[in-house]
T-cell receptor
Framework: QQQVKQSPQSLIVQKGGISIINCAYENTAFDYFPWYQQFPGKGPALLIAIRPDVSEKKEGRFTISFNKSAKQFSLHIMDSQPGDSATYFCAASSSGNTGKLIFGQGTTLQVKP | DSGVTQTPKHLITATGQRVTLRCSPRSGDLSVYWYQQSLDQGLQFLIQYYNGEERAKGNILERFSAQQFPDLHSELNLSSLELGDSALYFC??????????FGPGTRLTVL
């Protein structure tokens, strides 16, 4: 029940295209859903996050879509750029549970020029 | 730069040995989290400290221990090391429970 399942494992997108990464969770106590971006040799960096009281959050080219009833959320990267090539992790946590993050397995995104 | 510092950046040691990883949180952050990243297990939560006290435990082996000092820096101690302990170890810090900022990590190689 603690798992967060992420797909796809890898993704190749052309420059200017839309990258979509999906995550699903089981634990209904989760109430915070961040996305992290990780470049090789670096630590994960917080990209964008959402709470279940909204269905969508947009920050620049990055959008999270959240479907509470389906227990799914996704990251959309619009106008994908080669500099977006990285590994993306979805995560979930419960505010009543110290905030420890449960991570998905990660998606390696390659944006081709 | 997240403001979280970790030392050392790389650590190479032998099986059976003991190592200590160090983390300094962002200024003002009271919580420190430790995560292990390996190819097969992904990013796994190990343990959390809040203002010097253990707050939560995850998939942390009994051979591993941690502590947070009065100046809020934290150390993760790994003992009786095995080949399978080779991984990236990340520290994250936060002021509030959800927004965690990760350090650059320590790459541990056990030979």
């Amino acid at each position: 029940q603690q798992q967060v399942k992420q797909s796809p494992q890898s993704l190749i997108v052309q420059k200017g295209g839309i990258s979509i990464i999906n995550c699903a969770y089981e634990n209904t106590a989760f109430d915070y859903f961040p996305w992290y971006q990780q470049f090789p040799g670096k630590g994960p960096a917080l990209l964008i996050a959402i709470r279940p009281d909204v269905s969508e959050k947009k920050e620049g080219r990055f959008t999270i879509s959240f479907n509470k009833s389906a227990k799914q959320f996704s990251l959309h990267i619009m106008d994908s750029q080669p500099g977006d090539s990285a590994t993306y992790f979805c995560a979930a946590s419960s505010s009543g549970n110290t905030g420890k993050l449960i991570f998905g397995q990660g998606t390696t995104l390659q944006v081709k020029p | 730069d997240s403001g979280v510092t970790q030392t050392p950046k790389h650590l190479i040691t032998a099986t059976g040995q003991r190592v200590t990883l160090r983390c300094s949180p962002r200024s003002g952050d009271l919580s420190v989290y430790w995560y292990q990243q390996s190819l097969d297990q992904g990013l796994q939560f190990l343990i959390q400290y809040y203002n010097g006290e253990e707050r939560a435990k995850g998939n942390i082996l009994e051979r591993f221990s941690a502590q947070q000092f009065p100046d809020l820096h934290s150390e993760l101690n790994l003992s009786s090391l095995e080949l399978g302990d080779s991984a990236l170890y990340f520290c994250a810090s936060s002021l509030y429970p959800d927004t965690q900022y990760f350090g650059p990590g320590t790459r541990l190689t056990v030979l």
